[in-house]
T-cell receptor, first 116, second 116 residues
């Protein structure tokens, strides 16, 4: 069964550094998402992406964050200048479409980011 | 904003027994989706079951079923004949049918232990 993959599984970085988290969505999917989960807290929506542009973003997704689909397979989340509070598990997800029939989002295993 | 509450951070069940995981949510919308996702240790979230709010019939998937009480805004998951492989973190999630971004709202999760 196709899966969403994410790399790296763990990332440790120094405060102020840039990080890029990578995701490979399921190949025929059209909608892509990033979520994060700070330890002990809820999984929170960051951003959704469709047709090479952001379709929705949360308050968390400020100017320090950006997303990109640089080629036909990868979907990346960049944090420009990491802060301590960016330490979290970051999940990528994809879905085929968002109508009533195919609204299921498939999640990757996550990247655990630790900012020191 | 929609909120999802899982009041049981941890649950345990004897193998072959039945367990019910609770979830409540708050929304002013009349039509929406509800989901239960399972996240085994170090693995990605997998969809367990979903319910469309306009359907009165409770969803069932093999040993998994839900008790959807729309007026009470309650969406509990029942796992029958529990198996060792059911041990995981279970997340309840809400999705509006209105929002173009298709974002999910998650609960904090319930960690389920299955005792042999």
């Amino acid at each position: 069964e196709p899966e969403v993959t994410q790399t790296p599984s763990h990332q440790v970085t120094q405060m102020g550094q840039e990080v890029i988290l990578r995701c490979v969505p399921i190949s025929n999917h059209l909608y892509f998402y990033w979520y994060r989960q700070i330890l002990g807290q809820k999984v929170e929506f960051l951003v959704s992406f469709y047709n090479n542009e952001i379709s929705e973003k949360s308050e968390i997704f400020d100017d320090q964050f950006s997303v990109e689909r640089p080629d036909g397979s990868n979907f990346t989340l960049k944090i420009r200048s990491t802060k301590l509070e960016d330490s979290a598990m970051y999940f990528c997800a994809s879905s085929l479409r968002i109508d009533r029939i195919q609204e299921t989002q498939y999640f990757g295993p996550g990247t655990r980011l630790l900012v020191l | 904003a929609q909120t999802v509450t899982q009041s049981q951070p941890e649950m345990s069940v004897q193998e072959a027994e039945t367990v019910t995981l609770s979830c409540t949510y708050d929304t002013s919308e009349s039509d929406y989706y509800l989901f239960w996702y399972k996240q085994p240790p170090s693995r990605q979230m997998i969809l367990v079951i979903r319910q469309e709010a306009y359907k009165q019939q409770n969803a069932t998937e093999n040993r998994f079923s839900v008790n959807f009480q729309k007026a009470a805004k309650s969406f509990s998951l029942k796992i029958s004949d529990s198996q060792l492989g059911d041990a995981a973190m279970y997340f309840c999630a809400y999705r509006s049918v209105r929002h173009t971004g298709n974002q999910f709202y998650f609960g904090t999760g319930t960690s389920l232990t299955v005792i042999p």
